[in-house]
C-alpha cells in the first residue's frame, strides 16, 4: 500500500494508525493545557469591574513577571501578548486561547529509513586540499600568510 493510498500520512499498518492518533491527542492535551495557562494568566484582567487603567497597570505587572509554563519552563509574555490574549477572549471565549494544531508532515518510516542509510553510505571523508594550495596566484604575486601549515618559504 503506498503513502498516498492509506491517506494518513503514509501510515499502512493499524499499529501506526493508533500511535498516530495517540500523538494527536497528545497534542491537542497540550494545547488545551497552554489554553488553560493563558487564561490564568490573563484571568485577573478579564474582571469588567476594573477601569481601563487599573486593567492596564495589573497586565503591566503581569507582563513585568517571569512565569512557570505548564511544561515547565520560564517564560516571560510582553504587554502586547497579553492584551491580545485579552481580545482574543473577549471575542471567542477560551477556545481562542487555545493555539491552532498545527500540521505535522508525516514521512514514512521506509523512506526515512533509506534516506539514512544513503546518508551513511556516501559520506564523505575529510575535506582536501588542492594540491597546489599555498602556489602563487594567478598573476604570480605570492599570498600573504601560509594557507596550510605547509614548508612553502614567504617572501
Known sequence: ????ATGLGGIA???????????DEKRRARAQAVGLFRYQLICPALDQGLSTKARGRLVRQI???EHTDPFGTPV???RDTLDRWIRRYRAGGFVELVPSP???????TAVL???AALKRENR???PRRWAGS???RPGGRPRNRPCCGCSTAWS
Request: one cysteine or more; a negative charge.
Open 1 to 4: 500500500m503506498t503513502a498516498l
Open 13 to 23: 499498518s493499524g499499529e501506526g494508525v493508533s500511535a498516530v492518533l495517540g500523538e
Open 63 to 65: 507582563a513585568s513577571g
Open 76 to 78: 516571560r509574555y510582553s
Open 102 to 108: 498545527g500540521r505535522v508532515p508525516r514521512t514514512d
Open 113 to 115: 529509513e533509506m534516506a
Open 124 to 126: 564523505p571523508g575529510p
Open 134 to 136: 599555498c602556489a602563487p
